[in-house]
């Protein structure tokens, strides 16, 4: 049908898409930030990488199951309608929209132009300010002329960002002398303050992973969903896994333990200690890319959850649209693109995104839920695949999203109050735009 989205999406674009979302400017900037709470000693660093790995793996399991059962667009959100109910269901949708896609596209179109520092020192901040928004712009224009054709384009700016992290994987522990620095890679009791710090080091290692849920969202384009989604899903995180815990070994090979916990920009120092400074600064360009083609994904992936709640008359009618030439979502594209450019202008997406992204892991874990939810509703309807290990597989990524809430509640009850109390804004709105739609 002229007004559905088609299905052209292979299981290596849904592979491409998990790995270009994933991969943003996380891998490059913060490992040093997680080895400091992991007291310094690299053992255990390496082991909240790994563990998160495995966490992450866990969810990405559990939601390969729900992709092959519901194939609709939309993903989460349409797991958790199903789920849980539209209320929920569209909290979860207004969030992304106002705050949690929206603000990390602002986010990161931002680091962009900061970025360009590395390689423009002269530059003003309001050419810093008209390249994020330039970022934006590009984004949305290319997402609006094709989901195939974007997907080639993240594809292509994926294999940069993944040649770069080889090189450093490969390059830095052979001419890295960090290694020879470690003293002791493991304390010599693991007591409460190790135990601590690991805790907070891994809520900042599920951030950098964060994204594979994303891939969800374009289910409704893949063709054969029940085959192609989940080896791309799977195929995607896994190469991230392993890419991620082989960075940071490359990191502690080049800059050793003690300045690779006090750096804020790892990939450029690593390189600089390793190659000079003028490879410091080349480096620059694929963390560049990095950050673009993060945004990339997140605006290729939400702007279908929008769609999807058009659809179920909950959001605005035209976001509900396909474009009648080139068959995406443009209406839903452009208004995240605005709202991501409003947001990037005005600078409050800093504040939004502090006090109101952990909210999302309430949902993540809502979405490991359904499973089992599913399960019990409708045993005997057709499942190509089954999450290895049902239930304690979903059962343990609920805990670690749950974990992440809980912490954020407890270490800053402000932030947990105004981030939970924001989102729960969007029930009242559920309920003006139901009647305003029975009204119409």
């Given at each position: 049908m002229a007004d559905e989205l088609k299905r052209t999406l292979t299981a290596r674009d849904v592979a491409v898409i998990t790995a270009g979302t994933i991969i943003g400017s996380g891998i490059f900037l913060t490992p040093g930030g997680v080895l400091a709470s992991s007291g310094g000693f690299v053992g255990v660093s390496l082991s909240v990488w790994a563990v998160g790995g495995l966490l992450t793996l866990l969810g990405c399991l559990t939601y390969a199951?729900?992709?092959c059962f519901r194939t609709g667009t939309g993903g989460l959100y349409a797991y958790i309608r199903d789920?849980?109910?539209?209320?929920?269901a569209f909290v979860y949708g207004w969030t992304l929209f106002v705050v949690i896609g929206s603000g990390s596209i602002a986010t990161l179109a931002v680091a962009a132009g900061n970025?360009?520092?590395?390689?423009?020192?002269?530059?003003?901040?309001m050419a810093k300010k008209a390249i994020g928004l330039a970022v934006i712009l590009g984004l949305a224009f290319i997402n609006v002329r094709g989901t195939k054709q974007s997907t080639s384009t993240l594809a292509a700016a994926t294999a940069l960002k993944i040649g770069a992290l080889v090189f450093l994987i490969v390059a830095l522990p052979l001419f890295g002398t960090g290694w020879s620095q470690v003293t002791e890679a493991t304390p010599p009791r693991w007591?409460?303050?190790?135990?601590s710090g690991g805790l907070v080091a891994m809520i900042s290692v599920l951030w950098a992973y964060e994204g594979w849920q994303y891939a969800t969202f374009v289910g409704g384009e893949v063709i054969e969903p029940q085959r192609n989604f989940p080896r791309g899903l799977l195929i995607g995180t896994l190469a991230c896994i392993l890419i991620y815990v082989l960075a940071n070994i490359g990191y502690i090979a080049g800059l050793g333990p003690t300045a690779l916990a006090?750096?804020?920009?790892?990939?450029?120092?690593?390189?600089?200690a390793a190659f000079g400074p003028t490879a410091a600064k080349l480096i620059a360009i694929p963390v560049l890319v990095s950050i673009v083609s993060g945004a990339h994904g997140i605006m290729l992936t939400s702007s279908r959850v929008f769609f999807a709640m058009s659809r179920d008359g909950v959001f605005f009618k035209k976001l509900g649209e396909v474009h009648p030439v080139f068959g995406t979502p443009a209406n839903s594209i452009i208004a995240m693109s605005v709202w991501g450019a409003i947001l990037a202008m005005s600078g409050t997406f800093e504040m939004l995104l502090t006090y109101v992204v952990f909210v999302g892991w309430i949902f993540y874990g809502l979405g490991g839920l359904s499973v089992i939810v599913f399960r019990r509703r409708e045993p005997d309807a057709p499942r190509p695949f089954k999450v290895p290990g049902y239930p304690i597989t979903p059962l343990l990524f609920v805990a670690s999203a749950l974990v992440i809430v809980?912490?954020?509640v407890v270490t800053n009850p402000t932030r947990g109050a105004i981030g939970i109390g924001g989102a729960l804004l969007g029930v009242p709105i559920f309920y003006l735009w139901k009647r305003a739609a029975k009204a119409a």
């Amino acid at each position: 049908m002229a007004d559905e989205l088609k299905r052209t999406l292979t299981a290596r674009d849904v592979a491409v898409i998990t790995a270009g979302t994933i991969i943003g400017s996380g891998i490059f900037l913060t490992p040093g930030g997680v080895l400091a709470s992991s007291g310094g000693f690299v053992g255990v660093s390496l082991s909240v990488w790994a563990v998160g790995g495995l966490l992450t793996l866990l969810g990405c399991l559990t939601y390969a199951e729900l992709g092959c059962f519901r194939t609709g667009t939309g993903g989460l959100y349409a797991y958790i309608r199903d789920a849980f109910g539209p209320t929920t269901a569209f909290v979860y949708g207004w969030t992304l929209f106002v705050v949690i896609g929206s603000g990390s596209i602002a986010t990161l179109a931002v680091a962009a132009g900061n970025n360009m520092a590395a390689l423009v020192p002269d530059i003003g901040p309001m050419a810093k300010k008209a390249i994020g928004l330039a970022v934006i712009l590009g984004l949305a224009f290319i997402n609006v002329r094709g989901t195939k054709q974007s997907t080639s384009t993240l594809a292509a700016a994926t294999a940069l960002k993944i040649g770069a992290l080889v090189f450093l994987i490969v390059a830095l522990p052979l001419f890295g002398t960090g290694w020879s620095q470690v003293t002791e890679a493991t304390p010599p009791r693991w007591d409460g303050p190790i135990l601590s710090g690991g805790l907070v080091a891994m809520i900042s290692v599920l951030w950098a992973y964060e994204g594979w849920q994303y891939a969800t969202f374009v289910g409704g384009e893949v063709i054969e969903p029940q085959r192609n989604f989940p080896r791309g899903l799977l195929i995607g995180t896994l190469a991230c896994i392993l890419i991620y815990v082989l960075a940071n070994i490359g990191y502690i090979a080049g800059l050793g333990p003690t300045a690779l916990a006090g750096s804020s920009t790892v990939a450029s120092d690593a390189v600089g200690a390793a190659f000079g400074p003028t490879a410091a600064k080349l480096i620059a360009i694929p963390v560049l890319v990095s950050i673009v083609s993060g945004a990339h994904g997140i605006m290729l992936t939400s702007s279908r959850v929008f769609f999807a709640m058009s659809r179920d008359g909950v959001f605005f009618k035209k976001l509900g649209e396909v474009h009648p030439v080139f068959g995406t979502p443009a209406n839903s594209i452009i208004a995240m693109s605005v709202w991501g450019a409003i947001l990037a202008m005005s600078g409050t997406f800093e504040m939004l995104l502090t006090y109101v992204v952990f909210v999302g892991w309430i949902f993540y874990g809502l979405g490991g839920l359904s499973v089992i939810v599913f399960r019990r509703r409708e045993p005997d309807a057709p499942r190509p695949f089954k999450v290895p290990g049902y239930p304690i597989t979903p059962l343990l990524f609920v805990a670690s999203a749950l974990v992440i809430v809980l912490n954020t509640v407890v270490t800053n009850p402000t932030r947990g109050a105004i981030g939970i109390g924001g989102a729960l804004l969007g029930v009242p709105i559920f309920y003006l735009w139901k009647r305003a739609a029975k009204a119409a």
